[in-house]
Protein backbone atom coordinates (compact mmCIF):
# COMPACT_ATOMS: atom_id res chain seq x y z
CA UNK A 1 0.00 0.00 0.00
CA UNK A 2 1.26 3.29 -0.83
CA UNK A 3 1.16 5.55 1.56
CA UNK A 4 0.59 9.26 1.05
CA UNK A 5 3.81 11.07 2.58
CA UNK A 6 7.22 12.46 1.00
CA UNK A 7 10.28 11.59 2.18
CA UNK A 8 12.10 14.86 1.27
CA UNK A 9 12.44 16.32 4.69
CA UNK A 10 14.35 15.14 7.73
CA UNK A 11 10.49 13.17 8.65
CA UNK A 12 7.41 12.61 7.44
CA UNK A 13 3.79 11.94 8.98
CA UNK A 14 0.68 10.22 8.00
CA UNK A 15 -2.76 9.10 8.95
CA UNK A 16 -3.05 5.44 8.39
CA UNK A 17 -6.73 4.54 9.00
CA UNK A 18 -6.96 7.61 11.10
CA UNK A 19 -4.14 7.08 13.40
CA UNK A 20 -0.59 8.91 13.37
CA UNK A 21 2.12 7.41 12.07
CA UNK A 22 5.89 9.19 11.99
CA UNK A 23 8.78 8.68 9.77
CA UNK A 24 12.18 9.42 9.90
CA UNK A 25 14.26 10.10 7.37
CA UNK A 26 17.60 8.75 7.99
CA UNK A 27 19.44 9.77 4.11
CA UNK A 28 18.81 13.26 5.37
CA UNK A 29 22.00 15.54 6.33
CA UNK A 30 20.23 16.77 9.30
CA UNK A 31 19.39 13.25 10.51
CA UNK A 32 20.50 12.45 14.34
CA UNK A 33 18.99 9.79 16.35
CA UNK A 34 15.50 10.84 17.65
CA UNK A 35 16.20 9.44 21.42
CA UNK A 36 19.11 8.58 23.81
CA UNK A 37 20.20 4.95 23.80
CA UNK A 38 23.97 4.77 24.71
CA UNK A 39 25.00 4.07 28.24
CA UNK A 40 22.25 5.96 30.02
CA UNK A 41 20.38 2.91 30.99
CA UNK A 42 17.74 3.23 28.49
CA UNK A 43 16.21 0.22 26.71
CA UNK A 44 14.70 -0.78 23.24
CA UNK A 45 11.23 0.38 24.41
CA UNK A 46 12.61 4.17 25.30
CA UNK A 47 15.67 4.34 22.99
CA UNK A 48 15.19 1.53 20.28
CA UNK A 49 14.91 3.35 16.80
CA UNK A 50 14.38 0.95 13.92
CA UNK A 51 12.94 -2.27 15.86
CA UNK A 52 10.99 -0.19 18.18
CA UNK A 53 9.36 1.76 15.18
CA UNK A 54 8.66 -1.00 13.04
CA UNK A 55 7.39 -2.55 16.32
CA UNK A 56 4.93 0.02 16.43
CA UNK A 57 4.18 0.07 12.77
CA UNK A 58 3.00 -3.30 13.01
CA UNK A 59 0.94 -2.99 16.16
CA UNK A 60 -0.81 -0.37 14.96
CA UNK A 61 -1.72 -1.08 11.12
CA UNK A 62 -2.11 -4.84 12.21
CA UNK A 63 -3.82 -5.07 15.40
CA UNK A 64 -0.71 -7.38 16.33
CA UNK A 65 2.12 -6.82 19.63
CA UNK A 66 5.53 -7.26 19.10
CA UNK A 67 8.09 -8.42 21.44
CA UNK A 68 11.06 -6.03 20.90
CA UNK A 69 13.64 -7.52 22.46
CA UNK A 70 13.19 -10.91 20.66
CA UNK A 71 13.46 -8.57 18.00
CA UNK A 72 16.62 -7.10 19.33
CA UNK A 73 17.88 -10.53 19.62
CA UNK A 74 16.96 -11.56 15.99
CA UNK A 75 18.78 -8.53 14.87
CA UNK A 76 21.89 -9.52 16.85
CA UNK A 77 21.83 -13.08 14.71
CA UNK A 78 21.87 -11.37 11.85
CA UNK A 79 24.51 -9.23 12.50
CA UNK A 80 22.86 -6.27 13.45
CA UNK A 81 23.47 -3.75 16.17
CA UNK A 82 20.45 -5.03 18.17
CA UNK A 83 19.08 -1.01 18.36
CA UNK A 84 17.82 -0.92 14.78
CA UNK A 85 17.64 -4.14 12.90
CA UNK A 86 20.85 -3.58 10.84
CA UNK A 87 19.30 -6.27 8.60
CA UNK A 88 16.76 -4.55 7.81
CA UNK A 89 15.35 -7.12 5.09
CA UNK A 90 15.62 -10.17 7.40
CA UNK A 91 14.09 -8.00 10.18
CA UNK A 92 11.25 -7.30 8.37
CA UNK A 93 10.72 -10.24 6.80
CA UNK A 94 10.23 -11.73 10.45
CA UNK A 95 8.10 -8.99 11.45
CA UNK A 96 5.63 -9.32 7.85
CA UNK A 97 6.21 -13.37 8.50
CA UNK A 98 4.76 -12.47 12.50
CA UNK A 99 2.03 -10.32 10.62
CA UNK A 100 0.41 -12.73 8.77
CA UNK A 101 -0.21 -15.37 11.44
CA UNK A 102 -3.30 -17.05 10.81
CA UNK A 103 -5.54 -16.48 14.14
CA UNK A 104 -6.85 -19.73 15.68
CA UNK A 105 -10.15 -20.45 15.24
CA UNK A 106 -13.10 -22.10 17.38
CA UNK A 107 -16.36 -23.49 16.41
CA UNK A 108 -19.15 -23.06 19.09
CA UNK A 109 -22.59 -25.53 18.30
CA UNK A 110 -24.86 -24.58 20.86
CA UNK A 111 -28.60 -25.23 20.87
CA UNK A 112 -29.52 -21.81 22.64
CA UNK A 113 -32.07 -19.74 21.32
CA UNK A 114 -33.63 -16.05 21.93
CA UNK A 115 -32.76 -13.76 24.60
CA UNK A 116 -30.35 -16.65 25.13
CA UNK A 117 -28.77 -17.25 22.02
CA UNK A 118 -28.73 -13.36 21.57
CA UNK A 119 -26.69 -13.28 25.02
CA UNK A 120 -23.84 -15.44 24.24
CA UNK A 121 -23.28 -14.45 20.83
CA UNK A 122 -22.37 -10.92 22.24
CA UNK A 123 -20.33 -12.28 24.59
CA UNK A 124 -18.57 -14.24 21.54
CA UNK A 125 -18.18 -10.48 19.83
CA UNK A 126 -16.78 -9.05 23.28
CA UNK A 127 -14.16 -11.81 23.69
CA UNK A 128 -13.20 -11.45 20.01
CA UNK A 129 -12.57 -8.26 20.57
CA UNK A 130 -10.43 -8.27 23.81
CA UNK A 131 -8.92 -11.58 24.49
CA UNK A 132 -9.27 -12.84 21.28
CA UNK A 133 -7.52 -9.86 19.37
CA UNK A 134 -4.59 -9.91 22.04
CA UNK A 135 -4.25 -14.07 22.27
CA UNK A 136 -5.06 -14.11 18.00
CA UNK A 137 -8.28 -16.54 18.76
CA UNK A 138 -11.06 -15.98 16.57
CA UNK A 139 -14.35 -18.19 18.12
CA UNK A 140 -17.78 -18.20 15.59
CA UNK A 141 -20.35 -20.00 17.20
CA UNK A 142 -23.61 -21.15 15.80
CA UNK A 143 -27.17 -22.68 17.07
CA UNK A 144 -28.40 -25.81 15.85
CA UNK A 145 -32.19 -25.69 16.99
CA UNK A 146 -33.15 -27.87 19.45
CA UNK A 147 -31.06 -29.87 21.83
CA UNK A 148 -31.85 -32.83 20.26
CA UNK A 149 -31.40 -31.32 17.07
CA UNK A 150 -27.51 -30.79 18.17
CA UNK A 151 -27.08 -33.50 19.97
CA UNK A 152 -28.20 -35.38 16.53
CA UNK A 153 -25.81 -33.18 14.44
CA UNK A 154 -22.72 -33.85 16.93
CA UNK A 155 -22.72 -37.53 16.83
CA UNK A 156 -23.24 -37.32 13.46
CA UNK A 157 -20.21 -35.26 13.03
CA UNK A 158 -18.07 -37.45 15.67
CA UNK A 159 -19.20 -40.66 13.53
CA UNK A 160 -17.97 -39.07 10.41
CA UNK A 161 -21.47 -39.74 8.87
CA UNK A 162 -22.36 -39.02 4.84
CA UNK A 163 -23.41 -35.34 4.43
CA UNK A 164 -22.39 -35.02 8.15
CA UNK A 165 -20.69 -31.28 9.32
CA UNK A 166 -17.17 -30.47 10.12
CA UNK A 167 -16.78 -31.73 13.86
CA UNK A 168 -17.02 -28.85 15.94
CA UNK A 169 -13.89 -27.24 18.63
CA UNK A 170 -16.70 -27.19 21.58
CA UNK A 171 -20.46 -27.80 21.67
CA UNK A 172 -23.04 -27.85 24.21
CA UNK A 173 -23.76 -31.10 25.89
CA UNK A 174 -26.03 -33.25 28.67
CA UNK A 175 -23.95 -35.21 30.46
CA UNK A 176 -24.66 -38.71 28.50
CA UNK A 177 -24.21 -37.26 24.94
CA UNK A 178 -20.78 -35.77 26.27
CA UNK A 179 -20.21 -39.19 27.57
CA UNK A 180 -21.12 -41.23 24.47
CA UNK A 181 -18.60 -38.48 22.48
CA UNK A 182 -15.76 -39.13 25.36
CA UNK A 183 -16.65 -42.85 24.77
CA UNK A 184 -15.17 -42.64 21.34
CA UNK A 185 -12.04 -41.03 22.75
CA UNK A 186 -12.87 -37.95 21.33
CA UNK A 187 -13.49 -35.29 24.35
CA UNK A 188 -10.55 -33.30 25.57
CA UNK A 189 -10.16 -33.14 29.52
CA UNK A 190 -9.92 -29.70 31.07
CA UNK A 191 -8.31 -30.43 34.16
CA UNK A 192 -5.16 -29.38 33.16
CA UNK A 193 -6.03 -26.12 32.08
CA UNK A 194 -7.50 -25.08 35.58
CA UNK A 195 -5.37 -24.02 38.27
CA UNK A 196 -6.41 -25.27 41.91
CA UNK A 197 -7.11 -21.76 42.58
CA UNK A 198 -9.15 -21.71 39.04
CA UNK A 199 -11.04 -25.09 40.13
CA UNK A 200 -12.26 -23.35 43.94
CA UNK A 201 -13.88 -20.26 42.28
CA UNK A 202 -16.83 -23.06 40.56
CA UNK A 203 -19.48 -24.86 42.44
CA UNK A 204 -17.67 -28.10 43.16
CA UNK A 205 -20.80 -30.52 41.40
CA UNK A 206 -20.63 -28.55 38.17
CA UNK A 207 -16.99 -29.19 37.65
CA UNK A 208 -17.38 -33.17 39.30
CA UNK A 209 -20.39 -33.47 36.89
CA UNK A 210 -18.07 -34.41 33.78
CA UNK A 211 -15.83 -36.52 35.79
CA UNK A 212 -17.30 -39.50 34.39
CA UNK A 213 -14.34 -42.50 35.82
CA UNK A 214 -13.71 -40.20 39.06
CA UNK A 215 -10.16 -39.63 38.25
CA UNK A 216 -10.45 -35.48 38.51
CA UNK A 217 -10.97 -34.88 34.76
CA UNK A 218 -12.96 -32.23 33.36
CA UNK A 219 -14.87 -33.01 30.27
CA UNK A 220 -17.85 -30.92 30.55
CA UNK A 221 -17.01 -27.16 31.13
CA UNK A 222 -20.22 -25.77 33.52
CA UNK A 223 -20.89 -22.09 31.95
CA UNK A 224 -24.42 -21.95 32.89
CA UNK A 225 -26.87 -23.91 35.03
CA UNK A 226 -30.38 -24.41 36.86
CA UNK A 227 -32.00 -26.30 39.52
CA UNK A 228 -35.77 -26.71 39.46
CA UNK A 229 -38.45 -24.46 41.31
CA UNK A 230 -42.12 -24.63 41.90
CA UNK A 231 -44.18 -21.90 40.15
CA UNK A 232 -47.29 -20.39 41.57
CA UNK A 233 -50.30 -18.81 39.92
CA UNK A 234 -50.36 -16.22 42.75
CA UNK A 235 -53.27 -14.08 41.72
CA UNK A 236 -56.06 -17.56 41.56
CA UNK A 237 -54.30 -18.81 44.26
CA UNK A 238 -54.71 -16.35 46.46
CA UNK A 239 -58.47 -16.96 46.17
CA UNK A 240 -58.29 -20.41 46.72
CA UNK A 241 -55.91 -20.29 49.92
CA UNK A 242 -58.47 -17.43 51.78
CA UNK A 243 -62.10 -19.51 50.60
CA UNK A 244 -60.12 -22.88 52.19
CA UNK A 245 -57.60 -21.64 54.93
CA UNK A 246 -54.79 -22.84 53.07
CA UNK A 247 -51.34 -22.16 53.88
CA UNK A 248 -48.27 -21.66 51.47
CA UNK A 249 -46.06 -23.52 54.01
CA UNK A 250 -47.66 -26.53 52.44
CA UNK A 251 -45.57 -25.95 49.30
CA UNK A 252 -42.68 -26.87 50.86
CA UNK A 253 -43.22 -30.43 51.23
CA UNK A 254 -44.09 -32.64 47.99
CA UNK A 255 -46.96 -34.53 50.87
CA UNK A 256 -48.49 -30.46 51.40
CA UNK A 257 -48.93 -29.85 47.67
CA UNK A 258 -50.61 -33.42 47.50
CA UNK A 259 -52.75 -32.44 50.06
CA UNK A 260 -53.59 -28.73 48.52
CA UNK A 261 -53.96 -30.23 45.79
CA UNK A 262 -56.55 -32.50 46.57
CA UNK A 263 -58.36 -29.71 48.49
CA UNK A 264 -58.53 -27.62 45.43
CA UNK A 265 -59.85 -30.07 42.97
CA UNK A 266 -62.79 -30.52 45.82
CA UNK A 267 -63.09 -26.42 46.11
CA UNK A 268 -63.23 -25.86 42.23
CA UNK A 269 -65.83 -28.75 41.97
CA UNK A 270 -68.28 -27.15 44.88
CA UNK A 271 -68.09 -23.88 42.75
CA UNK A 272 -70.89 -25.89 40.30
CA UNK A 273 -73.68 -27.77 40.11
CA UNK A 274 -72.01 -30.62 37.55
CA UNK A 275 -70.42 -33.03 39.81
CA UNK A 276 -66.56 -34.43 39.39
CA UNK A 277 -65.84 -31.17 37.76
CA UNK A 278 -62.76 -29.85 39.79
CA UNK A 279 -59.79 -28.70 38.56
CA UNK A 280 -56.28 -29.82 38.51
CA UNK A 281 -53.76 -27.50 41.14
CA UNK A 282 -50.15 -28.74 40.01
CA UNK A 283 -48.08 -30.40 37.16
CA UNK A 284 -44.36 -31.07 36.83
CA UNK A 285 -42.24 -30.32 33.29
CA UNK A 286 -39.00 -33.10 34.25
CA UNK A 287 -40.71 -36.38 35.67
CA UNK A 288 -37.19 -37.80 35.49
CA UNK A 289 -35.92 -35.12 37.84
CA UNK A 290 -39.13 -35.85 39.82
CA UNK A 291 -38.01 -39.97 39.72
CA UNK A 292 -34.51 -39.57 40.57
CA UNK A 293 -33.85 -36.45 42.81
CA UNK A 294 -37.13 -37.88 45.00
CA UNK A 295 -35.61 -41.21 45.39
CA UNK A 296 -32.48 -39.47 46.73
CA UNK A 297 -33.87 -37.82 48.97
CA UNK A 298 -35.42 -40.81 50.10
CA UNK A 299 -32.35 -42.14 50.30
CA UNK A 300 -31.22 -44.00 47.38
CA UNK A 301 -29.71 -43.30 43.82
CA UNK A 302 -31.69 -45.01 41.14
CA UNK A 303 -28.14 -45.27 39.46
CA UNK A 304 -25.27 -46.46 40.97
CA UNK A 305 -22.34 -46.55 38.61
CA UNK A 306 -19.07 -48.35 39.33
CA UNK A 307 -15.58 -49.87 37.82
CA UNK A 308 -17.75 -49.15 34.97
CA UNK A 309 -20.74 -51.62 35.07
CA UNK A 310 -24.15 -49.41 36.66
CA UNK A 311 -26.24 -51.03 39.02
CA UNK A 312 -30.70 -50.36 38.99
CA UNK A 313 -31.19 -49.69 42.62
CA UNK A 314 -35.27 -48.27 43.45
CA UNK A 315 -36.70 -49.96 46.61
CA UNK A 316 -40.40 -51.07 46.30
CA UNK A 317 -40.74 -48.62 49.03
CA UNK A 318 -39.47 -45.71 47.87
CA UNK A 319 -40.95 -45.98 44.08
CA UNK A 320 -44.83 -46.74 45.91
CA UNK A 321 -44.01 -43.49 47.75
CA UNK A 322 -42.88 -41.52 44.36
CA UNK A 323 -46.28 -43.58 42.85
CA UNK A 324 -48.50 -41.84 45.59
CA UNK A 325 -47.42 -38.70 44.79
CA UNK A 326 -48.07 -38.51 41.55
CA UNK A 327 -49.97 -41.11 39.83
CA UNK A 328 -52.14 -41.57 42.39
CA UNK A 329 -53.08 -37.76 42.49
CA UNK A 330 -52.79 -37.56 38.55
CA UNK A 331 -55.50 -40.25 38.17
CA UNK A 332 -58.17 -38.47 40.62
CA UNK A 333 -57.73 -35.34 38.75
CA UNK A 334 -55.68 -33.20 41.41
CA UNK A 335 -52.85 -32.84 38.70
CA UNK A 336 -52.40 -32.59 35.50
CA UNK A 337 -50.08 -32.37 31.46
CA UNK A 338 -52.02 -31.11 28.42
CA UNK A 339 -49.47 -28.19 27.05
CA UNK A 340 -46.20 -29.18 25.58
CA UNK A 341 -44.75 -27.08 29.50
CA UNK A 342 -46.90 -27.07 32.54
CA UNK A 343 -46.19 -23.00 31.77
CA UNK A 344 -48.71 -23.63 28.93
CA UNK A 345 -51.25 -25.28 31.51
CA UNK A 346 -50.59 -22.53 33.09
CA UNK A 347 -51.14 -19.68 30.93
CA UNK A 348 -54.38 -21.76 29.88
CA UNK A 349 -55.65 -22.46 33.83
CA UNK A 350 -55.43 -25.60 33.47
CA UNK A 351 -53.26 -25.15 36.71
CA UNK A 352 -52.27 -23.00 39.30
CA UNK A 353 -48.54 -24.46 40.05
CA UNK A 354 -45.54 -26.44 38.53
CA UNK A 355 -42.51 -27.29 39.18
CA UNK A 356 -39.88 -26.90 36.55
CA UNK A 357 -36.75 -25.60 35.39
CA UNK A 358 -35.28 -21.99 36.84
CA UNK A 359 -33.63 -21.18 33.29
CA UNK A 360 -37.27 -20.91 32.13
CA UNK A 361 -38.65 -17.85 34.05
CA UNK A 362 -38.44 -15.93 30.95
CA UNK A 363 -41.21 -18.04 29.67
CA UNK A 364 -43.24 -17.92 32.79
CA UNK A 365 -46.77 -16.31 31.73
CA UNK A 366 -48.24 -13.42 32.95
CA UNK A 367 -52.14 -13.42 31.84
CA UNK A 368 -54.02 -16.25 31.73
CA UNK A 369 -56.09 -17.23 28.51
CA UNK A 370 -58.98 -19.42 28.93
CA UNK A 371 -60.54 -18.22 25.83
CA UNK A 372 -60.67 -15.65 23.04
CA UNK A 373 -63.26 -13.92 25.54
CA UNK A 374 -61.71 -14.34 28.46
CA UNK A 375 -58.41 -13.40 29.62
CA UNK A 376 -56.48 -11.61 32.93
CA UNK A 377 -53.51 -10.57 34.47
CA UNK A 378 -51.79 -12.68 36.81
CA UNK A 379 -48.77 -12.64 38.90
CA UNK A 380 -46.42 -14.93 39.53
CA UNK A 381 -44.71 -16.08 42.77
CA UNK A 382 -41.69 -18.62 42.99
CA UNK A 383 -40.62 -21.17 45.86
CA UNK A 384 -38.50 -23.96 46.21
CA UNK A 385 -39.24 -26.86 44.71
CA UNK A 386 -40.91 -29.24 47.41
CA UNK A 387 -39.10 -32.59 49.09
CA UNK A 388 -40.18 -35.30 50.84
CA UNK A 389 -41.45 -35.06 54.23
CA UNK A 390 -38.09 -36.07 56.15
CA UNK A 391 -36.27 -36.65 53.31
CA UNK A 392 -32.33 -35.34 52.57
CA UNK A 393 -31.76 -31.59 51.16
CA UNK A 394 -30.91 -32.63 47.39
CA UNK A 395 -32.23 -30.54 44.66
CA UNK A 396 -31.99 -31.26 41.14
CA UNK A 397 -28.70 -29.72 38.94
CA UNK A 398 -29.45 -29.55 35.34
CA UNK A 399 -28.36 -27.48 32.22
CA UNK A 400 -25.69 -28.22 29.94
CA UNK A 401 -22.29 -27.78 29.70
CA UNK A 402 -19.64 -27.13 27.10
CA UNK A 403 -17.48 -30.28 25.43
CA UNK A 404 -14.38 -29.39 24.02
CA UNK A 405 -13.19 -32.02 21.23
CA UNK A 406 -9.39 -32.89 21.53
CA UNK A 407 -7.63 -32.05 17.87
CA UNK A 408 -4.67 -30.23 19.27
CA UNK A 409 -3.12 -28.99 22.47
CA UNK A 410 -3.27 -25.47 20.87
CA UNK A 411 -6.74 -25.44 20.10
CA UNK A 412 -7.90 -27.37 23.54
CA UNK A 413 -5.76 -24.39 25.36
CA UNK A 414 -7.55 -21.61 23.51
CA UNK A 415 -11.23 -23.41 24.21
CA UNK A 416 -9.94 -23.52 27.56
CA UNK A 417 -9.14 -19.91 27.76
CA UNK A 418 -12.69 -19.01 26.48
CA UNK A 419 -14.35 -20.96 28.34
CA UNK A 420 -12.97 -19.28 31.53
CA UNK A 421 -13.51 -15.89 29.89
CA UNK A 422 -17.00 -15.96 29.66
CA UNK A 423 -17.40 -17.32 33.15
CA UNK A 424 -15.10 -15.51 35.26
CA UNK A 425 -15.74 -12.13 32.89
CA UNK A 426 -18.84 -9.78 33.86
CA UNK A 427 -20.58 -11.56 30.72
CA UNK A 428 -21.12 -14.57 32.95
CA UNK A 429 -23.69 -12.54 35.37
CA UNK A 430 -25.30 -10.77 32.03
CA UNK A 431 -25.37 -13.79 30.31
CA UNK A 432 -27.31 -15.37 33.47
CA UNK A 433 -30.03 -12.25 33.78
CA UNK A 434 -30.89 -12.50 29.93
CA UNK A 435 -31.53 -16.60 30.00
CA UNK A 436 -32.45 -16.87 33.44
CA UNK A 437 -29.43 -19.63 34.04
CA UNK A 438 -27.56 -19.58 37.32
CA UNK A 439 -23.69 -18.37 37.06
CA UNK A 440 -21.27 -20.87 38.02
CA UNK A 441 -19.01 -19.85 40.12
CA UNK A 442 -19.25 -19.30 43.74
CA UNK A 443 -19.00 -15.51 43.81
CA UNK A 444 -21.46 -14.87 41.38
CA UNK A 445 -24.31 -17.00 43.31
CA UNK A 446 -25.32 -13.90 44.89
CA UNK A 447 -28.05 -11.84 44.65
CA UNK A 448 -26.28 -9.09 46.27
CA UNK A 449 -23.41 -9.12 43.22
CA UNK A 450 -26.50 -9.89 40.28
CA UNK A 451 -28.55 -6.96 41.34
CA UNK A 452 -25.75 -4.69 41.41
CA UNK A 453 -24.44 -5.68 38.32
CA UNK A 454 -28.14 -6.35 36.71
CA UNK A 455 -30.57 -3.81 38.21
CA UNK A 456 -32.79 -3.62 35.20
CA UNK A 457 -33.37 -7.37 35.13
CA UNK A 458 -37.14 -8.37 34.55
CA UNK A 459 -39.28 -8.78 37.28
CA UNK A 460 -39.92 -12.87 36.41
CA UNK A 461 -36.26 -13.21 36.41
CA UNK A 462 -35.09 -11.59 39.61
CA UNK A 463 -37.51 -13.46 41.27
CA UNK A 464 -36.72 -16.80 39.69
CA UNK A 465 -32.69 -16.13 40.34
CA UNK A 466 -33.30 -15.03 43.44
CA UNK A 467 -34.84 -18.46 44.30
CA UNK A 468 -32.98 -20.44 42.68
CA UNK A 469 -29.57 -18.72 44.67
CA UNK A 470 -31.62 -19.64 47.89
CA UNK A 471 -31.55 -23.40 46.53
CA UNK A 472 -28.41 -23.76 45.66
CA UNK A 473 -27.36 -22.06 49.05
CA UNK A 474 -29.67 -24.52 50.78
CA UNK A 475 -29.22 -27.92 48.91
CA UNK A 476 -26.90 -30.43 47.68
CA UNK A 477 -27.06 -30.53 44.21
CA UNK A 478 -27.46 -33.58 42.45
CA UNK A 479 -27.48 -35.34 39.17
CA UNK A 480 -27.29 -38.89 38.38
CA UNK A 481 -23.68 -40.14 36.73
CA UNK A 482 -23.63 -40.84 33.02
CA UNK A 483 -23.24 -44.01 31.94
CA UNK A 484 -23.82 -46.57 29.18
CA UNK A 485 -27.46 -46.21 27.86
CA UNK A 486 -27.96 -43.14 30.57
CA UNK A 487 -30.13 -41.65 28.42
CA UNK A 488 -32.70 -44.50 27.00
CA UNK A 489 -32.54 -45.15 31.11
CA UNK A 490 -33.82 -41.37 31.91
CA UNK A 491 -36.13 -41.49 28.89
CA UNK A 492 -37.68 -44.55 30.80
CA UNK A 493 -38.13 -42.66 33.93
CA UNK A 494 -39.11 -39.33 32.37
CA UNK A 495 -42.24 -41.45 30.45
CA UNK A 496 -43.19 -44.87 32.11
CA UNK A 497 -44.97 -42.92 35.25
CA UNK A 498 -46.39 -39.98 33.49
CA UNK A 499 -47.84 -42.07 29.97
CA UNK A 500 -49.30 -44.75 32.71
CA UNK A 501 -50.95 -41.62 35.06
CA UNK A 502 -52.11 -40.07 31.73
CA UNK A 503 -53.27 -42.86 29.99
CA UNK A 504 -55.34 -44.51 33.71
CA UNK A 505 -57.14 -40.77 33.86
CA UNK A 506 -58.28 -40.87 29.99
CA UNK A 507 -60.23 -44.15 31.30
CA UNK A 508 -61.32 -43.06 34.67
CA UNK A 509 -62.82 -39.50 33.30
CA UNK A 510 -64.51 -42.02 30.61
CA UNK A 511 -66.04 -44.41 33.59
CA UNK A 512 -67.14 -41.02 34.97
CA UNK A 513 -68.82 -39.52 31.91
CA UNK A 514 -70.80 -43.25 32.00
CA UNK A 515 -72.22 -42.83 35.31
CA UNK A 516 -69.63 -44.07 37.73
CA UNK A 517 -68.70 -42.34 40.92
CA UNK A 518 -65.12 -40.58 41.41
CA UNK A 519 -64.47 -43.38 43.61
CA UNK A 520 -65.48 -46.26 41.86
CA UNK A 521 -63.85 -44.99 38.78
CA UNK A 522 -60.39 -44.83 40.38
CA UNK A 523 -60.31 -47.91 42.39
CA UNK A 524 -58.53 -49.96 39.99
CA UNK A 525 -55.92 -47.65 38.84
CA UNK A 526 -54.94 -47.16 43.25
CA UNK A 527 -54.70 -50.08 43.68
CA UNK A 528 -51.54 -51.83 45.24
CA UNK A 529 -51.87 -54.49 42.26
CA UNK A 530 -51.60 -51.85 39.68
CA UNK A 531 -48.85 -50.63 40.97
CA UNK A 532 -46.87 -53.87 41.31
CA UNK A 533 -47.57 -54.46 37.62
CA UNK A 534 -46.17 -50.98 36.79
CA UNK A 535 -42.93 -51.46 39.37
CA UNK A 536 -42.43 -54.92 38.03
CA UNK A 537 -42.54 -53.87 34.33
CA UNK A 538 -40.44 -50.44 35.12
CA UNK A 539 -37.57 -52.46 36.95
CA UNK A 540 -37.05 -55.15 34.25
CA UNK A 541 -36.41 -52.44 31.40
CA UNK A 542 -34.18 -50.18 33.19
CA UNK A 543 -32.47 -54.03 34.33
CA UNK A 544 -32.49 -54.94 30.91
CA UNK A 545 -30.89 -51.34 29.68
CA UNK A 546 -28.03 -51.01 32.76
CA UNK A 547 -26.86 -54.50 31.86
CA UNK A 548 -26.47 -53.34 27.86
Request: hydrophobic share 35%; with cysteine; charged share 25%.
Amino acid sequence: MKLPVEFTGLEGRCLYQEKPVRFFNQSHKGWTHPYEYQNNGSNLHSAGCGIFSLAVVIQRMCGLEADVNALADFSCSCGGRGDDGTDRPALLAGLTGCAKKEPLSLTVWTCYNGEQLGAFNEAVEAFNATVGRDKNIVVSASSLGSVNDLEQNVMDAVQGKVGAQEVPDIFSAYADTAYAVDSLGRVADLGPYLTEKDRKEYIESYLSEGDFRGDGSIKIFPVAKATELLVVNDTDWRAFAEATGTSADEFATIEGVTAMAQRYYEWTDSLTDAPNDGKALFGRDAMANYMIIGAKQLGCDIFETKDGQTTVNLPREVAKRLWDHYYVPYVKGYFSASGRFRSDDMKTGNVLAFVGSSAGCTFFPDHVTRSDEESYPIEIKTYPAPKFEGGGDYAVQQGAGMVVIRKSDEQVEAAARFLKWFTQSDWAIEFSVTSGYLPVTAEDNDMAKIEKDSPSMKKNVRDSLSTAVQVVRQNTLYTSKAFKNGMSARKKLEYAMSDAAKADRQRAVEAIENGATQEAAVAAFVSEERFDAWYAQLMDELNELAAQ
